[in-house]
Structure formats: C-alpha cells, structure tokens
Nanobody, 115 residues
C-alpha cells in the first residue's frame, strides 16, 4: 500500500524560504496528479499547487509568483519551493497523490512563519 511522507516544514521568519518534499513508499504507481494542500487553524483545506504527470501546473493565487513546484515521476516525488513567506502561510501542509482510483494523503508537515 502506497503511503506518503512530507518533510521540510519548520519555523521561518517572514520573507524566508522553505522547500517541502514528498516521497512515496510502499509500491510503484503511475501518479496522475501530485499536489500540495494546506490547512490553517480554523480554516478550510485549500490547494496550494498541483502538477499533472504531463507537467500541467495549477497555483493558488495566494502563492503564485512565490512558489515553484517540481516533481520526479520516476521517483514518485514532488517538491515545492516557497519564497517570500508570510505569516498567513502558516499552516499544516499536506502532500496528495491521485492515481488509478486512489487519492492518497501524507500526514502533513507544519510550516510556521513568524512576523
């Protein structure tokens, strides 16, 4: 059974940068869509950015221009480089893979941006 694990979260000052990584383990799959979502306390679960297998990318307006997604299909891994971080970027960030009929989530990694 495929499971995901995020890494790279942490505490950073406003204006700083972080690079989140997501790796899959437990089997080889052909992932159709890899994405990053986030949930801040008291707020809904929102898309940050997604990338399809053929490299079509969708950024949320809130991070467009400040973030860059990349992926390695052969390794089933996905990354997001986040720059110019703001306190409102504080959230738990989740990796998500969609493949076949499955929709798999990682446990999340906390990103905290101090002002």
């Amino acid at each position: 059974q495929v499971h995901l694990l995020e890494s790279g979260g942490g505490l950073v000052q406003a204006g700083g940068s972080l690079r989140l990584s997501c790796a899959a383990a437990g089997g080889r799959v052909t992932v159709a869509i890899m994405g990053w979502y986030r949930q801040a306390p008291g707020k809904q679960h929102d898309l940050v950015v997604s990338i399809t297998r053929d490299s079509s990318i969708d950024y949320a307006d809130s991070v467009n221009g400040r973030s860059t997604i990349s992926s390695n299909n052969a390794e089933n891994s996905v990354y997001v480089q986040m720059n110019s971080l703001k306190p409102e970027d504080t959230a738990v960030y989740y990796c998500n893979y969609v493949f076949s009929e499955y929709n798999v989530w990682g446990p999340g990694t906390q990103v905290t941006v101090s002002s």
